[in-house]
């Protein structure tokens, strides 16, 4: 049995990747003093659509939902409640961006400063997410469910969010880095 933990993971390399294209990005509106709107559609795509819908949607909805109903140790409560707590800050990002991003189009040039900002901190806090995730939280996590349970998670993985999913996003970043 292929253990449902991979396909996160999978999904942290992908994120990874955007985070550099990303960080170049940003850079480079900061230089030009530019907003590259094009560019915001496609974060505001790859955050909502894929991290958020799509990543955090299986990390949330299914695997942090099994780990509810178990005892867990103090220390997984309190990881568990710290990425929620990111999860909630990066939906906050998407929807400021969003905002900042119809501001600008509307006139105000400063909306751009907002922007960059928001991203800088996005930029900061998602690779330290996934870090505890991999180092830590999935490893101790999956620990807690048998085999039967990680089977249901792999199968819900699969059927909530197609494999298409990831596929459409690793083409998209593929694109972005060819460029
Ligand atoms: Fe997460
Ligand atoms: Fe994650």
Do not use: C, W
Not at 39 to 61: A, N
Not at 92 to 121: E, F, V
Request: no cysteine; glycine share 2%; proline share 2%.
């Amino acid at each position: 049995m292929q253990n449902p933990i991979n396909i996160l993971i999978e999904e942290h390399k992908l994120i990874t990747r955007f985070l550099s294209a990303l960080e170049v990005k940003v850079k480079e509106m900061e230089t030009e003093n530019r907003l590259d709107e094009q560019f915001i559609d496609i974060i505001t795509d790859f955050f909502g659509s894929f991290i958020d819908r799509s990543h955090h949607g299986k990390e949330e909805d299914i695997f942090f939902k099994i780990l509810a109903q178990k005892e867990l140790d103090a220390e997984m409560k309190e990881i568990i409640i710290k990425l929620e707590n990111e999860h909630e800050m990066v939906r906050k990002y998407i929807s400021q961006i969003i905002k900042s991003k119809s501001a600008y189009l509307n006139g105000d040039l400063n909306a751009l400063k907002t922007i960059i900002l928001d991203l800088n901190a996005f930029l900061k806090l998602y690779p330290q997410h996934i870090k505890i995730e991999n180092d830590y939280f999935f490893e101790n996590g999956i620990k807690y469910l048998s085999v039967a349970e990680q089977e249901e998670m792999q199968n819900k993985f699969n059927t909530l969010h197609p494999p298409a999913i990831l596929q459409k996003y690793i083409a998209l970043v593929d694109n972005l880095e060819a460029k």
